[in-house]
């Protein structure tokens, strides 16, 4: 999947959890950190390709992204299940790192990012590359399985631009209508 498919997925797979786990009070520090978490962990897992998304939203990204490219093959250990656990372990110690007075439910955006971060391994799996789930184990493993594999997604093509991303949009969407009256308690005073 691209960047922009990974991103609006993340962001609402990330956002649906918050709003359907946390009790709706008022709290945009959460809200707005979630949105973040979201965002920047449905791209995370690309950090292994210069030309990713996420490498031109942090500073200075695109210089870093051209360092480490040379260094680690695209879909490696980012898109398994080892990168997922270092990750995360990461992310948790940041997150909590934040001081309370921020008013940041640490829980809640810890597992919007988690969230996100499976998504873009979920979106990647019904590609015709499909990930390494197992790594170092070399096999890449997609949805659904061989023999019915032809079946998957090609990256970038006509079905992901005509048809997954405007349904993914089109779930964001729905979700922010449907959840409208939560997110005014946990936006506005």
């Known amino acids: 999947m691209t960047g922009k498919t990974h991103q609006i997925i993340g962001i609402g797979l990330g956002l649906g959890t918050y709003l359907t786990t946390a009790a709706p009070n008022y709290n ?4 707005a950190a979630v949105l973040v978490v979201s965002s920047l962990g449905s791209l995370l897992p690309d950090l292994d390709r210069a030309s990713a998304q996420i490498w031109q939203q942090i500073p200075l990204g695109r210089y870093a992204g051209q360092v480490v490219d040379p260094f680690i093959a695209h ?3 980012s898109h398994s299940i080892v990168g997922t656990a270092l990750f995360g372990w ?6 909590f790192l934040a001081p309370s ?3 940041i439910d640490h829980i809640a955006v810890f597992n919007a990012f ?3 971060y499976i998504s873009h391994l979920l979106a990647d799996s019904v590609t015709v590359q499909g990930i390494p789930l197992l790594f170092p184990y070399k096999r890449m493993f997609g949805i659904p399985p061989q023999p019915f594999h032809g079946a ?3 990256t970038g093509k006509w079905f992901e631009s005509l ?3 405007p349904l993914v949009n089109l779930g964001l969407l729905l979700l922010i209508v449907h959840n409208l009256p939560e997110i005014k308690v946990i936006l506005l005073k």
Do not use: E, K, S
Request: proline letters at 4%.
């Open 163 to 165: 048809i997954v991303f």
């Open 101 to 103: 007075y921020w008013g």
């Open 114 to 116: 988690l969230i996100a």
């Open 90 to 95: 990461g992310v948790h110690y940041l997150i």
């Open 28 to 31: 945009p520090a959460t809200f």
């Open 152 to 154: 998957r997604i090609v």
């Open 75 to 77: 879909r490696n250990f």
